[in-house]
């Protein structure tokens, strides 16, 4: 399983593959890291020390939601994908969002770097996760299918930047 997240986070990570062969047979494993990264991340990052159970409530609920909205989204625009393989999908894409998380966790970053390392994070994530949804047939609904992957890594985004 070890070796699978560490396909599939290289497949996000070198977007040269397509992800749709590699994410197409969907595991929570992965996407479970990525949560739990990105909520000890942001926990750390608390200003009140009692305040990470809620960060990390209000991220799983984030997640899970926008998973559901992507989903549903999807299927009504014509796209064949699971609720799992979303969660999956963007599980795994997560992945630069959340090592931003525990880099700007460990190390303070000055506040324009710090915003411009989130806004790449945040395009790289919806761009990786997009990936997915390469069917030539529906070519002129993909930027109806991204924009709401791209307001869920913006939530998220939104949350790195005010914690």
Do not use: H, K
Request: proline share 5%; hydrophobic share 60%; glycine share 8%.
């Amino acid at each position: 399983d070890v070796r699978q997240i560490g396909q599939r986070v290289t497949v996000v990570l070198l977007m040269n593959q397509s992800p749709a062969d590699t994410l197409r047979e969907w595991d929570l494993w992965g996407p479970l890291v990525m949560g739990l990264a990105l909520a000890i991340g942001l926990g750390i990052q608390a200003p009140n020390g009692g305040e990470g159970a809620a960060i990390f409530t209000l991220l799983i609920l984030l997640v899970s939601l926008g998973s559901l909205v992507v989903t549903l989204n999807c299927r009504l625009l014509g796209y064949r994908i699971a609720i799992l393989q979303t969660v999956c999908l963007l599980g795994y894409c997560l992945f630069p969002l959340a090592a931003l998380a525990l880099v700007t966790a460990l190390l303070p970053l000055w506040a324009p770097l710090r915003l411009l390392l989130t806004g790449a994070a945040l395009a790289w994530s919806t761009v990786a996760s997009v990936r997915i949804l390469n069917d030539p047939a529906l070519e002129e609904r993909r930027l109806l299918a991204v924009y709401p992957i791209f307001l869920l890594y913006l939530a998220v985004s939104w949350m790195l930047l005010i914690l």
